[in-house]
């Protein structure tokens, strides 16, 4: 009996062991079956397995996807919006967070004033997607008026408008030079408007839209379905997005944005590339009491008024840094701000002085002079008027604001 009774549990343990492997291999196998029969080995497979999942976009009755079909106006802003919400197990949707942040004041009102009972799903009397299309056109992502016939095929240039103002309204547009150098490489751009050429070049700049092996962006064309997943996806999710050369010889450089963001800036000559190098040493003099946001470094009195300053709620009345040395590459200018506090002349002497050094040269000892003259009149209560002094080949305009004891020195190279 013990006998058989041992053999019955070897025998139980064994059918349970191989069950339960049969059952990870047939798990296995099901999670590695395309949802839809026409997308196997397709180069966007996954990204439509995993935005399908997400809702985003539903394929056919037939158990097809059809991934080269093209997608139409009305079916590409549905899926845009639904792309910056998260569904939850029951079904329903809400907005993601990162892109409510992500929002101007005015937007944020807007969804939760006009778009409070939106629940995400087309409109069950009349046209489909005229909800989708509302909130997307009140959004400023779309001009809806531009559009005679939303059930009409998208065409790149379409997507790549869309995706300019979406862009303008959830982070940045990036700089206008670097994005027209990369455009004008494909053949057909000059197929495209003026206008057009600019939403391609953001594409293009941001990483979310290439062009073809053959040389073409192509212009006209229309996109598919698994494309616009594609572009969406990178759209949304920054860390999909494509990696984007630099040259430094070409006087190209990324420079960190807001939120860690990254952003690429040509300079328009090897003055404003060094007054950068600048920017980097001279914030270190300063410690942690400072940050470099695009071409402006901005200083703070102490780490307390750096946090007022960088965690300050929207809509809350103006806290600035105290000092701010900047560039602006596409005016080739140079500025210093100057907010006089108490002792904010000394607290940054040594950062104004090593940008002086760097911009001016020689001639960084007449800069010196007059910034700190100025200054402390400024500081002490002077009436002192906003000026114009030509220091070597530079143009150095002067506007003192009296009240708030502000001054800003801005440096233009005299044409």
Known sequence: M??????????????????????????????????????????????????????????????????????????????????????????????????????SEENQAILKQDYRYFDFKPSPVGYWAKQFIDVASDLHFLNKSRYNDFQADMTRENVAEIVYYTIQETEFLEDGLFGQKMAQAYGDLMGATEREQKFIAETLVKGIMQGYPNGFFGVGDTVTRAESLVILNRLTDKSKRLAVPVSPEKLERVVPTAGGGKKIIIFPDKRMWDAYEALLVAGQLR??????????????????????????????AALNEEAAVWLDPQYNT?????????GTLARNKEVVEQFANQLFGYNASTFKELFNDLSKRVESGAKVASQQKLIGTDNVSIQVDAATKTVIFSIATKK
């Open 2 to 103: 013990k006998r058989f009774a041992l053999i019955a549990v070897v025998i139980t343990v064994f059918w349970a062991a191989f069950s339960g492997s049969l059952a990870n291999e047939q798990a296995i196998a099901a999670s590695s079956t395309p949802i839809f029969k026409d997308i196997k080995g397709h180069w966007a497979e996954k990204t439509i397995n995993d935005m399908v999942k997400q809702g985003i976009l539903d394929g056919y009755p037939d158990g097809t996807f059809r991934p080269q079909e093209p997608v139409k106006v009305d079916q590409f802003i549905k899926m845009l919006i639904l792309s910056y919400t998260d569904l939850h197990q029951n079904g329903s949707r809400s907005w993601n967070i990162p892109f409510l942040q992500s929002l």
């Open 287 to 316: 410690g942690s009491n400072h940050d470099l946001y695009e071409t402006t470094l901005r200083l703070f009195k102490d780490q307390s008024e750096k946090d007022s300053v960088m965690n300050r709620p929207s809509g809350s």
């Open 334 to 342: 140079y500025g210093i701000t100057m907010r006089l506090r108490e």
